[in-house]
């Protein structure tokens, strides 16, 4: 060993052992931190799918390969990362000594070859990922960025890292070929035997290139240790747990949508009858009672931004973006840790729980962000400011973008579920809704008697669970299929289009409440359950006697679709449950209904959230329109898993909007760039939110917006009269 590999030795071994001390340290603050949150025991159920999806979800980039280059270069990346630490093991060996390597593998050629390709790709997928940061920056001109609100040096600094290490990484090879230490040929290492080619004969150099790609790799190591709340770089580590702990790993995607996670306290589901808020936690008042798995979201979020593209809020407007939202949380959760390891934190009737002793060496920081309230304005100090929280349709376009499956829903109706049930605190506008469901079992507070209205004028008989045994399926009309002037329209179509073919179907009529949707996800927990439960008590006398798979239900609103299907289960009602456009495309391709006149004028269609990005029905209403229109369907630019909300969803259509560019006239103004003049949706708030959008832009004689079931009946009926445009009822 000469002198030069004596210091590059005594470096390498120094900076190794300050940065994995700091690295060790701060992996233990970060368990301690994520240990704060609350029991999950579900998420330990199912470990074999769990690790597969882990395994799916990492290897095959399957969320970030749906946004082509990028996800294709981070992949290179991140094979880079994995494979070339192998190299960074290596340059141990070659501080020591000029000729080292790895033991065994190190001599391979297959060694050579593969790290070689790695480390060319590796190379131009940075370079990649770093221009795109680049073009993407929010400090350009024009446009609005995906990393707004990110820390833009975090993701600079990690970037630079990967890049500098893997240029060294040929370099150290270069000087092995220079000084003829190298023992692959060149087919295997092209790049290596070219950028030796270039380099001097010295013979230190190998030595002190390892020491320089050991220093930045050291420095990378202790620039995050330091830095605990950098997901940029620790995701590389917290994405596989955070995959691995997601909610149902057996969906391959939106696996944190459709069916919300129940209120719990202590890990368990609360029942309300037995609930009590001063021993059971209500919601999340502080950021500690989020369950563990959130703690581990918070800390994960790479601060990509994708979310925040997608998101409708945002894009129109309002302080609510997903991203900002889940750093305010892990940034306040962090800051708040020194207490809440000291034992802090207040009980449910408000009380501290640590003595003065326990507190008394805190810094003062720590002490005030405990005292900060987890939902308040600026003014008050808040972490989460209430126009954020109210912001959110519920539309799980975050959820759906988020790389590293953060479900940012979950986290937003606790938050909200502790202020309706315990603060009280909500748009006011909603308590008419909500009142009007505790008493009259609708969001509008209709005369429960006036339920069966929509069948009056039709030219058939539409029977009632009990005057009939043999119904296949249990007609579920909604609450606005009942009584919304747009959505009877819907109902009618679609009774008019089952009697059509031939399907036994019956009505509970003035045994239906509201499914509870509007009051779950504006988080009145209590009032969802209580509608539920009457529901599922309802049903299930309706079905006495049958199996699950001839319990089926046929919906219209793909709100009580998702309600009645994913979560009346928690509640002991099981279904089979269908959206009336899936069960329209199987009538018409077993050929019991037949479209004859197709519907032209253009046609473009709008995936209602809860139907599309929800419950991944993407394909029904298209295969619907795909046979009653002429022509193709007119795609938006942003449809399927990527649709924009109407802006109803979240208990959203009861609130009033008095921030930004109002939600429904933007997607109005995409559809209305299609030059399509029918607007085919498949939910009765969606057809309500766009026909004001497009009432609103004066555009109600040129284009209509209709269910995809009254287009299939214009086809298959048309010499029906179909009413007017706003009111008048099909087949009246
Ligand atoms: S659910 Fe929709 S509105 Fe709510 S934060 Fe996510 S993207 Fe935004
Ligand atoms: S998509 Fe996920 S990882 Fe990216 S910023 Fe949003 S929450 Fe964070």
């Not at 060294?168 to 000084?179: D, E, L, M, S």
């Not at 008019?496 to 239906?512: D, M, P, Q, R, W």
Request: hydrophobic share 45%.
């Amino acid at each position: 060993m000469g002198s030069v590999q004596i210091v590059t030795t005594i470096l390498a071994a120094a900076i190794t052992a300050v940065a994995v001390w700091l690295a060790v340290r701060a992996v233990l603050k970060m368990v301690a931190v994520i240990r704060l949150g609350q029991p999950a025991p579900e998420r330990f159920s199912d470990k074999v799918a769990r690790a597969r999806t882990m395994l799916v979800e990492t290897a095959g980039h399957t969320r970030m390969l749906k946004w082509g280059v990028v996800g294709a270069a981070h992949w290179f990346v991140m094979v880079g990362f994995v494979v070339l630490s192998l190299l960074v093991l290596e340059a141990y060996f070659e501080v020591v000594t000029t000729d080292g390597g790895l033991p065994i593998i190190g001599h391979w050629t297959i060694f050579g070859l593969v790290t070689e390709i790695i480390g060319v790709l590796g190379l131009v997928g940075i370079l990649v990922l770093m221009a795109i940061r680049l073009r993407n920056r929010p400090t350009r001109p024009g446009g609005r960025s995906r990393f707004t609100g990110s820390t833009m040096w975090q993701g600079y600094f990690v970037e630079w890292i990967v890049l500098l290490v893997l240029i060294f990484g040929f370099v150290i090879r270069g000087f092995k070929v220079a000084t003829d230490h190298f023992e692959f040929p060149f087919w295997a290492t092209p790049v290596s035997h070219a950028v030796g080619a270039v380099l001097p004969d010295w013979a230190d150099g190998v030595s002190v290139a390892a020491a320089i790609k050991i220093i930045i790799s050291m420095t990378w190591l202790i620039v995050i240790s330091l830095n605990v709340t950098m997901g940029v770089a620790w995701h590389r580590f917290l994405a596989f747990p955070n995959i691995f702990f997601k909610r149902e790993p057996a969906k391959p995607a939106g696996s944190g949508l459709g069916a919300l996670r129940p209120m719990t306290s202590q890990g368990k589901p609360l029942d309300f009858e037995e609930a009590d808020p001063e021993k059971d936690q209500f919601g999340v008042a502080h950021v500690e009672q989020f369950s563990w798995k959130g703690l581990l979201d918070f800390s994960t979020c790479t601060e990509c931004g994708r979310c925040q593209s997608q998101c409708p809020a945002w894009n129109t407007g309002k302080p609510l973006s997903p991203k900002l939202l889940v750093l305010s949380l892990r940034d306040h959760a962090y800051a708040k840790a020194p207490y809440l390891l000291a034992g802090g934190g207040k009980d449910l009737t408000g009380e501290e729980k640590a003595t003065q002793a326990q507190l008394a060496h805190l810094d003062v920081l720590a002490l005030a962000e405990a005292d900060k309230p987890l939902i308040g304005t600026a003014e008050e100090g808040g972490v989460i400011d209430p126009d954020v929280l109210w912001s959110c349709t519920t539309c799980g376009a975050c959820v759906e973008q988020c790389p590293v499956d953060i479900e940012h829903v979950d986290h937003i109706v606790d938050m909200r579920r502790y202020q309706v049930l315990i603060e009280s605190s909500f748009p006011s506008e909603a308590g008419v809704m909500l009142r009007n469901l505790e008493n009259k079992g609708n969001p509008w507070g209709a005369p429960q008697n006036t339920r069966e209205d929509w069948t009056k004028g039709l030219d058939f008989e539409v029977p009632r669970v009990g005057e009939v045994d043999d119904f296949e399926y249990l007609f579920w009309v909604g609450c606005a299929g009942a009584f919304e002037d747009r959505a009877k329209k819907t109902t009618r179509a679609v009774a008019t289009l089952l009697n059509e073919a031939g399907v036994k179907f019956a009505i509970l009529g003035e045994g239906e409440t509201c499914s509870g949707d509007p009051a779950r996800r504006i988080g009145n927990e209590f009032v969802f359950q209580m509608l539920a439960q009457q529901n599922v008590e309802t049903l299930n006398e309706a079905f006495d006697g049958r199996e699950k798979a001839k319990r089926k239900i046929v919906a219209t609103c793909p709100h009580c679709f998702n309600t009645l299907g994913n979560e009346y289960g928690q509640l002991g009602g099981e279904f089979e449950v269908v959206h009336h456009t899936q069960l329209l495309a199987h009538l018409v391709a077993t050929g019991k209904l037949t479209p004859v006149q197709p519907v032209d004028g253009g046609v473009t269609y709008h995936d209602p959230c809860y139907l599309g990005r929800h419950n991944r029905v993407f394909a029904a209403p298209r295969e619907v329109l795909g046979d009653a229109i002429a022509g193709d369907l007119t795609e938006m630019p942003r449809n399927s898993e990527r649709s924009f909300c109407c802006g109803a969803g979240g208990a959203r259509m009861w609130m009033e909007e008095k921030i930004g560019k109002r939600i429904n006239v933007d997607r109005v103004e995409e559809a209305m760039a299609t030059g399509a003049k029918t607007v085919a949706v498949g939910c009765p708030f969606c057809s309500t939110m766009l026909s004001d959008g497009v009432n609103g832009k004066g555009a109600g004689e040129q284009v209509e917006v209709i269910d995809v079931a009254t287009v299939l009946l214009r086809s298959v009926k048309p010499e029906q009269p179909q009413g007017g445009k706003e009111t008048a009822p099909i087949g009246g």
